[in-house]
Nanobody
Framework: QVQLVESGGGSVAAGGSLSLSCGVS????????IGWFRQRPGKEREAVAV???????HYADSAKGRFTISRDTDKNTLYLERNNLEPGDTAVYYC?????????????????????WGQGTQVTVAS
């Protein structure tokens, strides 16, 4: 059973920084995609950034140059970082995974392709 557990959310002032972690356990597959998604108030869940089975990062167009995704395979942990937060970044941030998977490109950024989800962590950016 794959389990994803996010941490690091909270309330942040605009201009502040975001640093989220996702602990991954039970991943028995060698090839998988894993990434960060978010659901802003009144909006559908959307991809922010994912890492594919070749360890290549893919960013949503709106996230390029703003968010940084990384992972530590030894610690089985995925990270998301962003500086200079804006109120529009207020959302519940989810860690999502799909395995086994060799998705890449636009498919890897498609929410419907993911079947493992964490419980989410709220990030609120105050103006």
């Amino acid at each position: 059973q794959v389990q994803l557990v996010e941490s690091g959310g909270g309330s942040v002032a605009a201009g502040g920084s975001l640093s989220l972690s996702c602990g991954v356990s039970g991943m028995i597959y060698s090839y998988y995609c894993i990434g960060w998604f978010r659901q802003r108030p009144g909006k559908e869940r959307e991809a922010v950034a994912v890492i594919d089975a070749n360890d290549y990062p893919h960013y949503a167009d709106s996230a390029k140059g703003r968010f940084t995704i990384s992972r530590d395979t030894d610690k089985n942990t995925l990270y998301l970082e962003r500086n200079n937060l804006e109120p529009g970044d207020t959302a519940v941030y989810y860690c999502g995974g799909n395995a086994p998977s060799t998705m890449s490109g636009r498919q890897a950024l498609t929410v419907a392709e993911y079947r493992f989800w964490g419980q989410g962590t709220q990030v609120t950016v105050a103006s």
